[in-house]
């Protein structure tokens, strides 16, 4: 008996000094490390380094902070984004009016013509048909340049910046001037964005039922929105109800949208994509001299606009490292 007690200290004794030493190992491992800034991984690793990604960086650090004096409030963190142009590709035309040309071909040669032939292919088609539809064409749609679907023509340093922006509390939306039914169908899964936070240019519906007696809703050629220009703060008003503390565009139809968001209180983030890169993607303006466009054009007195009120112009030739995910 008094072997076994000799024994059973041994081992208390062993464990004990075991415990210690790695107590010891661990403290002393801390110690080294103290006043090491903690590796995070790279947020934005398709930007490169520069003051568009050095302004989204320190912006989101200072409205995260709770000791800043610029921290915003969870609730208030509303982001807001273009999306032809800003977060996909809309040359040489806008996707959706692809759709639109495929859908009812015809000689179109006005923005009015393009309209009426829109109300006339969409007046009376139930919405699920609709959606339908656009599912089938995002599916076996290709764009002409890279032969590719345009749910992969998505800019992977804006997919980034969503992501980034999410991860900091921030709620994003799509703030559109293309169809807002288009839009909500693959939003969420191209963008992470759900269909109850995009704003679009939106048409009426009428309520009805079915031969068997089910509700369903019919598109109306009415229209209810008029989603650019000065309809995109509108839009946010109606559909958001709080004013946005950063915004992103590409073109004079996001300009109002950006004076609203910088016009308010506290920090604000306004930035507008340039198309500058011909080679990897599009290169129009016609700001700096670029090429002229109908298709989200970038003016010089927009350029000149943002330079006054202090909104970030970011270069694609300069300010990113890739353009799309399937560049090596």
């Known amino acids: 008996m008094a072997t ?3 024994s059973r200290r041994w081992f ?3 464990l004990g000094g075991l415990l210690a030493a790695v107590l010891l190992a661990t403290a002393a491992a801390m110690a080294a490390g103290a006043g090491a800034p903690a590796r995070t991984a790279d947020p934005l690793p398709s930007w490169n380094p520069g003051a568009a990604r050095d302004g989204i960086l320190r912006f989101v650090r200072q409205t995260t902070d709770p ?3 610029r921290f915003v409030p969870p609730a208030e963190r509303i982001a807001t984004f273009d999306q032809d142009g ?3 590709v809309e040359q040489p035309v806008y996707p959706q009016v692809r759709f639109i040309l495929e859908k009812v071909p015809g000689a179109v040669t006005t923005r009015q013509e393009l309209e009426r032939l829109a109300a006339t292919a969409l007046s009376g088609m139930p919405l699920d048909t609709f959606k339908a539809d656009v599912r089938q064409w995002l599916a076996t749609a290709r764009h002409p340049r890279w032969q590719r679907p345009y749910t992969e023509l998505t800019y992977q340093p804006m997919q980034e910046l969503l992501g980034y922006l999410r991860a900091n509390a921030y709620k994003t939306y799509i703030v559109t ?3 807002q039914d288009f ?3 693959y939003a969420e899964e ?3 964005i759900p269909p109850e936070q995009v704003i ?3 048409g009426a519906t009428r309520y009805g039922y079915d031969s068997s007696g089910r509700p369903f809703l019919t598109k109306e050629p009415r229209l209810l929105l008029n989603d650019n220009d000065a309809g995109k703060p509108e839009g946010i008003q109606l559909m958001i109800g709080r004013r946005p503390i950063a915004a992103f565009g590409n073109s004079t139809g996001d300009r109002q949208m950006l004076e609203y968001t910088k016009a308010g209180e506290g920090p604000r983030l306004a930035m507008l994509v340039l198309h500058d890169d011909a080679r990897r993607e599009y290169a129009y303006g016609p700001a700096l001299g670029l090429p002229d466009t109908k298709v989200g054009p970038f003016t010089q007195g927009l350029h000149d606009e943002a330079g006054r009120q202090g909104w970030i112009v970011i270069s694609m030739k300069n300010d990113w490292k890739r353009i799309f995910a399937f560049e090596r």
Do not use: E
């Open 4 to 6: 076994l007690c000799r």
């Open 12 to 14: 208390l004794l062993l």
């Open 67 to 69: 000791a800043s004096p």
């Open 86 to 88: 800003t977060l996909w």
């Open 177 to 179: 001037g293309g169809g």
């Open 183 to 185: 839009v909500r169908v």
């Open 190 to 192: 191209v963008y992470g």
């Open 200 to 202: 679009g240019s939106a």
